[in-house]
């Protein structure tokens, strides 16, 4: 992880891949997915983007999100 001091007193973290995959929580025996894409009627369109929120956790207080344009992030 890094850091930029920007203007007006705030600090913006920068994660790389292995920070973010390398520094979940525990695991529980629990998972949760659910995935968010335009409505479609037959053939799926893989070129629009779509998303996955999944979770580890039972309380659902910690996400990975993931994207088909390959955006990546752990809320």
Request: hydrophobic share 30%; net charge negative; with cysteine.
């Amino acid at each position: 992880m890094s850091s930029f001091d920007a203007e007006g007193g705030e600090t913006w973290l920068f994660y790389t891949y292995d920070d973010i995959f390398n520094s979940q929580p525990e695991v529980e025996d629990y998972y949760f997915e659910i995935y968010g894409a335009e409505p479609h009627e037959g053939e799926f369109d893989y070129d629009n983007t779509y998303g996955l929120f999944e979770t580890y956790t039972s309380s659902l207080s910690w996400f990975y999100f993931y994207d088909s344009e390959g955006a990546i992030c752990d809320l």
